[in-house]
């Protein structure tokens, strides 16, 4: 019998972190890939995708790995969740070093679901 869950934290290595406003019924969720990172990809699709920093993830961009992942809801408002994300990565000295400081790899995706709670 199998101890897996089919979730991401199936994946050695990855951390995964949530949370819910449950009175606008929306939330974010963070993969982070301590370490040296994780190589990740894209599609993006729909009439209105919200993103930030994907165009990282197309192959032979400067920047190979990502430090973490942000999947938000609240439409645009909801890439904002990303800053916490770098600043967090940040005082940790996580990132891509650029000389003077790292700079935390970190794209963003968000959903629409202003229409949905409070």
Not at 21 to 40: I, K, M, N, R, S
Not at 74 to 99: I, P
Request: hydrophobic content about 45%.
């Amino acid at each position: 019998m199998s101890n897996n869950s089919g979730t991401l934290t199936d994946v050695p290595g990855l951390l995964v972190g949530h949370a819910t406003d449950l009175e606008h019924l929306t939330g974010c969720t963070v993969v982070l890939c301590p370490g040296q990172g994780c190589v990740a990809g894209v599609d993006v699709r729909g009439s209105a995708p919200g993103t930030r920093e994907t165009d990282l993830l197309r192959p032979g961009q400067l920047v190979e790995r990502v430090n973490a992942i942000l999947l938000a809801g609240g439409s645009a408002f909801g890439l904002a969740a990303a800053d916490g994300v770098m600043r967090y990565l940040e005082e940790r000295g996580v990132g891509f070093a650029v000389g003077v400081s790292v700079v935390a790899v970190a794209p963003a995706a968000i959903i629409f679901d202003l229409t949905v709670g409070d």
